[in-house]
DNA sequence: ATGTATGCAAACCATTTGCAATGAC
DNA sequence: GTCATTGCAAATGGTTTGCATACAT
């Protein structure tokens, strides 16, 4: 993965020089954590994180990747994501595309739709009083296996009702 | 607000017809709930809908609240946003076009910028085993205050390197 | 009459915070 | 040597859950 690696040194110095210009330290953990998440691509949790590096024998503490991952989020090295449930998802967002979200209110689960002119850059110098660092379109519905469960579901309700009304009116039917 | 009128009826409609299919009983805090839901624009969290209705002397409890959140949720009259921070925030969806976030990263504050045809009816029709119900574009960056905020931070941390650099090299300075 | 929905309080769990110890500068 | 940063553990707070009671069916 050579590619990965110009990435990677990349991000290192764009860190590196946000770290300087801010008056933050170095630390070791701090570049760890930046490495381990342009490790991977696709979307991670801070417990996710907090496990692998933990697996990969690098010791950190769960309040210091929350502190990390501020900072990256200030230096737009990574975006933020909540599609709901309450864990916040994360993922690295220098040389990644905008991309689509499709999220089903079902199961909660998140596919990625590529698509890159959804908005023009004409259209984002647009915005007035606001400097825009990245975007993503969140597309809610219902995928189809859930679907296919509801209607399961719907169709086990009417199955019942049906056999109520047999129940309940039996004379009728004679 | 004849306009308003005539919405609520209609979403009452809706919630009626879905709760009968799908077994669930008609509380009187349902359609309360419904209501206030649909008396107001924009977004909302549980917390404010909680103090609103009891401040409207209509007692709730946070629990049927979010029973009921779930419930208009799944039957689209409702949807949910996590912007940031920890609370979930709704909106009423029935009615509302889909519309854009503009979300500052710096300081959490929200807007919402009309665009009706981001994506075309053609467009999310190519979406394979996916339903869409409500899509909304969110664009994170930095609002006018916050660029503002930030600018005079980092002058503050520039004059004071230099002051360091003034203090720690006085011999080369005559 | 039956069992779902409510309200309350306790439990949960991701995230935040306080503080002593560490180590970047 | 100084003070930001780390790690740990405790606190926080939005959300969920368990259970007795109320009430829609």
Same mark, same amino acid.
């Given at each position: 993965m050579d590619?990965? &690696? +110009? &990435? +990677? @040194?990349r !991000? @290192?110095?764009e860190f590196t020089e946000y770290l300087t210009t801010h008056k933050h330290r170095k630390t070791p953990?701090?570049?760890? $954590? &930046? %490495? *381990? $998440? *342009?490790?991977?691509k696709g979307h991670f949790d801070i417990d996710s994180l907090y496990k692998s590096m933990v697996e990969m024998n690098f010791r950190v503490s769960r309040a210091t990747l *929350?502190?990390? $991952?501020?900072?990256?989020?200030?230096?737009g090295l990574v975006v933020k994501h909540q599609f709901g449930g309450n864990v916040s998802t994360y993922e690295r967002?220098? /040389?990644n595309e905008n991309h689509n979200h499709l999220i089903c209110t079902s199961c /909660?689960? !998140?596919?990625? #739709?590529? @698509? %890159?002119?959804?908005?023009?850059?004409?259209? &984002? +110098?647009? $915005?007035?009083?606001?400097? !825009?660092?990245y975007?993503? #379109?969140y597309i809610y519905g219902v995928c189809s296996k859930c679907a296919h469960a509801k209607r399961m579901e719907l169709r086990r309700l009417e199955r019942e009702e049906s056999k109520e009304k047999v129940a309940a009116e039996p004379k009728k039917r004679r």
């Open positions: 590619a990965n &690696l +110009k &990435l +990677k @040194n !991000v @290192n110095e953990e701090r570049f760890a $954590i &930046l %490495d *381990y $998440i *342009y490790s991977t *929350y502190n990390t $991952i501020d900072l990256l989020l200030d230096c967002s220098y /040389g /909660g689960e !998140v596919w990625e #739709m590529k @698509n %890159d002119d959804l908005l023009t850059p004409a259209q &984002l +110098k647009k $915005i007035r009083r606001f400097t !825009v660092n975007y993503s #379109m």
